[in-house]
Antibody, heavy 117, light 107 residues
Framework: EVQLVQSGAEVKKPGESLKISCKGSGYSFTSYWIGWVRQMPGKGLEWMGIIYPGDSDTRYSPSFQGQVTISADKSISTAYLQWSSLKASDTAMYYC??????????WGQGTLVTVSS | SYELTQPLSVSVALGQTARITCGGNNIGSKNVHWYQQKPGQAPVLVIYRDSNRPSGIPERFSGSNSGNTATLTISRAQAGDEADYYCQVWDSSTDVVFGGGTKLTVL
C-alpha cells in the first residue's frame, strides 16, 4: 500500500527556520516525483514545486521560487520542504503528493505550520 | 500561465444532480482531474483523466471535458457529498495547476 506520512504540526516564530518531511513507503521512492501543495487557512490549493528523488531534479512554481527549498534523501525515502526565515504568511497546511503521470493520486495527511510571534 | 476558473459555490437539493464546472482555454485538450476535500481532511481524487473513477469512488461521480469547460457531475447528491471540489490539470510551463475550488452545499 502506497503511503506518504508527514511530520507533525509545527509552531514557530517569524524569522525561524523549519524543515518538514514526507516519508514514502509501499512503492519505489526513486521512481516517482514528489510534490508539495500549500493550503492557507480557508483558501484553496496552491502548487509549490516538485522533486524527482532518483536524481534530485527539482522544479518550483514561480510563486514559490526562492521562498522555499525542496529536497529529498532517497536513502530514507523522505522528501523535505524547508524555509530559512519563516513569515506569518507561511502559516498554512502543507501536503506532499505523489503524482502518477498528471494525476495527484496519493496525498500525505498534511503538516500544519503556524508562524506567530 | 494557464488558469482554471471554478464557481465559488454550488448548491443542490438532496437526491438531485450537482454540476461543478471548470473553465480553461481549450481545456478539452488536457487531462482534467477532480479532488474532493472535506473539512480537516486531505484532498481525495474522485475523477481522473476527465471521466475515470478511482476504485472506491461511487458511480454517482462522473466527469466530462470538452472545448473550454470540464464538468464534474454528482448524481443523487447525498449529505456526505458536501465538500470543496478542485479541478486540476498539468501544464507544461508550471506543472500542476489547480482551480480555485467550489464549495458544494447539499440542501
Amino acid at each position: 500500500e502506497v503511503q506518504l506520512v508527514q511530520s507533525g504540526a509545527e509552531v514557530k516564530k517569524p524569522g525561524e527556520s523549519l524543515k518538514i518531511s514526507c516519508k514514502g513507503s509501499g512503492y519505489s521512492f526513486t521512481s516517482y516525483w514528489i510534490g508539495w501543495v500549500r493550503q492557507m487557512p480557508g483558501k484553496g490549493l496552491e502548487w509549490m514545486g516538485i522533486i524527482y528523488p532518483g536524481d534530485s531534479d527539482t522544479r518550483y512554481s514561480p510563486s514559490f521560487q526562492g521562498q522555499v527549498t525542496i529536497s529529498a534523501d532517497k536513502s530514507i525515502s523522505t522528501a523535505y520542504l524547508q524555509w530559512s526565515s519563516l513569515k506569518a504568511s507561511d502559516t498554512a497546511m502543507y501536503y506532499c503528493v505523489r503524482p502518477s503521470v498528471t494525476t495527484l493520486d496519493y496525498w500525505g495527511q498534511g503538516t500544519l505550520v503556524t508562524v506567530s510571534s | 500561465s494557464y488558469e482554471l476558473t471554478q464557481p465559488l459555490s454550488v448548491s443542490v437539493a438532496l437526491g438531485q444532480t450537482a454540476r461543478i464546472t471548470c473553465g480553461g482555454n481549450n481545456i478539452g485538450s488536457k487531462n482534467v482531474h477532480w479532488y474532493q476535500q472535506k473539512p480537516g481532511q486531505a484532498p481525495v481524487l474522485v475523477i481522473y483523466r476527465d471521466s475515470n473513477r478511482p476504485s472506491g469512488i461511487p458511480e454517482r461521480f462522473s466527469g466530462s471535458n470538452s472545448g473550454n469547460t470540464a464538468t464534474l457531475t454528482i448524481s443523487r447528491a447525498q449529505a456526505g457529498d458536501e465538500a470543496d471540489y478542485y479541478c486540476q490539470v498539468w501544464d507544461s510551463s508550471t506543472d500542476v495547476v489547480f482551480g480555485g475550488g467550489t464549495k458544494l452545499t447539499v440542501l
